[in-house]
C-alpha cells in the first residue's frame, strides 16, 4: 500500500520564516516513516512552492536555501501541489502561513492539513480581533487599544495624550499580526512609546496597545482528539530578559521553562487549563493550538495570545509537553496527523 504522502511546508513569506525553517526541519525529521512519505516543501520569500531534495534542509538559513533552488530543486504551480503531496504539515508560522491563505489555497486544492481552517487561522493571528471575540465569550483578556497608522502619523501628540490618560506605564506595543515576540516592546515611559509605536508599525498597519501583565506566564498546547479539545500539561514561561523576548525563545539554553508549572499552584493550572480549551473552541480551533497567558497574583488568569499553531524545534513547548504526556516526537506528529485528517473527512465545506 502506497503510504500517505505528507507535504511538510516551511520557508514562508514571513518574518518568522527562519523559525519555520528550524521548526519544519525538525518535523520532516521526525515524520514516523513507516506511515508516511515526507516530502519536503519550501515556499520562497515570493510564494513560490518547491519540492526541495531533503538534504538542503539541514541549511542553516532559507537564504541558503533560496541561492541553491533553481539548480537543485524542482518548482511547483500551486496546482501541482496535489500532484505531489496528499496531507499538508503546515511547518509555517506568521503572516500567510498561519493565518488562512494557505489553509485557503488548501482548501480549494481539497488537501486536508495540520491546524485550524481559514477563519479560526485568520483569528489566531489578530490580536485585536481575537480579543474582542474572546471578550465576547466571557475569557478575560489584556485591556488594549489599536491605534491605526492614519491615526497616529495625523495626530501623534493626541493619541499619545490618550494612551496616557488610559493606561499606566510600564506598557505593550505590538503588532497585531506578528509572532515570536517581533515588533513587539516593553514601554516603560511616555518619552519610549513613540519608538514602541513605530517599530510595531514596521510590521503592520496598526499597533495594540496593551496593559502591563505582572504576573506568570503559561502556554498550553491543546490537541483535538475524537472531537473534542484535550490539554497538554501546563508549562510556565520564566523569561530570562524583561519579558519572553525572541533570543529567549530560541537561543539554547537561555530560558527555563517549568512543565508542570513551578510557581502555578496545581488548581490553578488545572483552571488555566479549562480556560484555554475554552479559549481553543471561542476561536472555531481545530486540530491544534497554543493558548498563551498570565496568572495573575489576584488569581485572575488572562489569555494574551492564543496561536493557531505552534514552533516545533526539539526544545518547543510542543515537544516539552508531548515528552510530559510520554509522546516521543514522532509519535504526537503521527497523533496529530491521524486527527487531522479525521477532521478534515468530517468537515462541510471548508473547515
Ligand atoms: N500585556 C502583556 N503583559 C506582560 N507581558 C506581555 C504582554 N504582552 C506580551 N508580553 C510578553 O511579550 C511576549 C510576546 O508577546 P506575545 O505573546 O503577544 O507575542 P507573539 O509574538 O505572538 O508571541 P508567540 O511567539 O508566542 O506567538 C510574551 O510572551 C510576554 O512575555
Ligand atoms: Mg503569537
Same mark, same amino acid.
Request: aromatic share 8%; with cysteine.
Given at each position: 500500500?502506497?503510504?500517505?504522502?505528507?507535504?511538510?511546508? #516551511?520557508?514562508?513569506?514571513?518574518?518568522?520564516?527562519?523559525?519555520?525553517?528550524?521548526?519544519?526541519?525538525?518535523?520532516?525529521?521526525?515524520?514516523?516513516?513507516?506511515?508516511?512519505?515526507?516530502?519536503?516543501?519550501?515556499?520562497?520569500?515570493?510564494?513560490?512552492?518547491?519540492?526541495?531534495?531533503?538534504?538542503?534542509?539541514?541549511?542553516?538559513?532559507?537564504?541558503?536555501?533560496? &541561492?541553491?533552488?533553481?539548480?537543485?530543486?524542482?518548482?511547483?504551480?500551486?496546482?501541482?501541489?496535489?500532484?505531489?503531496?496528499?496531507?499538508?504539515?503546515?511547518?509555517?508560522? =506568521?503572516?500567510?502561513? %498561519?493565518?488562512? $491563505? #494557505?489553509?485557503?489555497?488548501?482548501?480549494?486544492?481539497?488537501?486536508?492539513?495540520?491546524?485550524? =481552517?481559514?477563519?479560526?487561522?485568520?483569528?489566531?493571528? @489578530?490580536?485585536?480581533?481575537?480579543?474582542?471575540?474572546?471578550?465576547?465569550?466571557?475569557?478575560?483578556?489584556?485591556?488594549?487599544?489599536?491605534?491605526? &497608522?492614519?491615526?497616529?502619523?495625523?495626530?501623534?501628540?493626541?493619541?499619545?495624550?490618550?494612551? $496616557? %490618560?488610559?493606561?499606566? +506605564?510600564?506598557?505593550?506595543?505590538?503588532?497585531?499580526?506578528?509572532?515570536?515576540?517581533?515588533?513587539?516592546?516593553?514601554?516603560? @515611559?511616555?518619552?519610549?512609546?513613540?519608538?514602541?509605536?513605530?517599530?510595531? #508599525?514596521?510590521?503592520?498597519?496598526?499597533?495594540?496597545?496593551?496593559? +502591563?501583565? @505582572?504576573?506568570?506566564?503559561?502556554?498550553?498546547?491543546?490537541? &483535538?482528539? =475524537?472531537?473534542?479539545?484535550? *490539554?497538554? &500539561?501546563?508549562?510556565?514561561?520564566? *523569561?530570562?530578559?524583561?519579558?519572553?523576548?525572541?533570543?529567549?525563545?530560541?537561543?539554547?539554553?537561555? $530560558?527555563?521553562?517549568?512543565?508542570?508549572?513551578?510557581?502555578?499552584?496545581?488548581?490553578?493550572?488545572?483552571?488555566?487549563?479549562?480556560?484555554?480549551?475554552?479559549?481553543?473552541?471561542?476561536? =472555531? +480551533?481545530?486540530?491544534?493550538?497554543?493558548? @498563551?497567558?498570565?496568572?495573575?497574583?489576584?488569581?485572575?488568569?488572562?489569555?494574551?495570545?492564543?496561536?493557531?499553531?505552534?514552533?516545533?524545534?526539539?526544545?518547543? +513547548?510542543?515537544?516539552?509537553?508531548?515528552? $510530559?504526556?510520554?509522546? #516521543?516526537?514522532?509519535?504526537?506528529?503521527?497523533?496529530?496527523?491521524?486527527?487531522?485528517?479525521?477532521?478534515?473527512?468530517?468537515?462541510?465545506?471548508?473547515?
Amino acid at each position: 500500500m502506497q503510504k500517505l504522502r505528507v507535504g511538510v511546508i #516551511l520557508g514562508g513569506m514571513s518574518s518568522e520564516r527562519e523559525v519555520s525553517l528550524n521548526s519544519g526541519r525538525n518535523v520532516y525529521d521526525n515524520l514516523d516513516r513507516e506511515a508516511f512519505d515526507p516530502i519536503p516543501i519550501f515556499m520562497d520569500g515570493r510564494g513560490r512552492l518547491w519540492v526541495i531534495p531533503w538534504q538542503l534542509i539541514s541549511q542553516n538559513t532559507t537564504t541558503d536555501i533560496t &541561492e541553491r533552488l533553481e539548480r537543485e530543486a524542482r518548482r511547483i504551480s500551486y496546482e501541482g501541489l496535489k500532484e505531489e503531496i496528499d496531507f499538508a504539515f503546515i511547518s509555517l508560522h =506568521g503572516k500567510f502561513g %498561519e493565518d488562512g $491563505c #494557505l489553509q485557503g489555497l488548501l482548501e480549494l486544492l481539497g488537501l486536508p492539513y495540520t491546524g485550524p =481552517g481559514v477563519l479560526a487561522s485568520a483569528l489566531g493571528m @489578530d490580536k485585536h480581533i481575537q480579543q474582542m471575540i474572546l471578550k465576547a465569550a466571557g475569557i478575560g483578556v489584556p485591556e488594549s487599544v489599536l491605534v491605526r &497608522e492614519e491615526t497616529w502619523r495625523a495626530d501623534r501628540a493626541g493619541t499619545i495624550k490618550a494612551l $496616557c %490618560e488610559r493606561f499606566r +506605564f510600564p506598557l505593550f506595543t505590538k503588532p497585531p499580526r506578528e509572532g515570536s515576540s517581533i515588533g513587539v516592546t516593553l514601554v516603560r @515611559d511616555e518619552a519610549s512609546l513613540v519608538q514602541g509605536i513605530e517599530e510595531a #508599525l514596521k510590521w503592520d498597519k496598526a499597533v495594540l496597545v496593551e496593559e +502591563f501583565l @505582572d504576573g506568570k506566564e503559561f502556554s498550553s498546547i491543546i490537541l &483535538e482528539e =475524537g472531537g473534542e479539545p484535550h *490539554p497538554l &500539561e501546563l508549562t510556565e514561561i520564566t *523569561p530570562q530578559s524583561d519579558y519572553f523576548t525572541y533570543d529567549d525563545k530560541y537561543m539554547p539554553g537561555r $530560558c527555563r521553562k517549568f512543565t508542570p508549572p513551578k510557581n502555578i499552584p496545581p488548581e490553578a493550572a488545572e483552571a488555566i487549563k479549562r480556560e484555554a480549551i475554552l479559549a481553543f473552541r471561542a476561536l =472555531g +480551533f481545530r486540530s491544534y493550538g497554543r493558548i @498563551d497567558g498570565f496568572y495573575l497574583a489576584d488569581g485572575r488568569i488572562l489569555i494574551t495570545d492564543p496561536n493557531s499553531s505552534s514552533g516545533m524545534a526539539p526544545s518547543s +513547548f510542543f515537544f516539552e509537553q508531548a515528552a $510530559c504526556a510520554g509522546m #516521543l516526537p514522532a509519535m504526537i506528529i503521527s497523533r496529530l496527523i491521524e486527527n487531522a485528517l479525521v477532521i478534515h473527512r468530517g468537515k462541510q465545506g471548508p473547515l
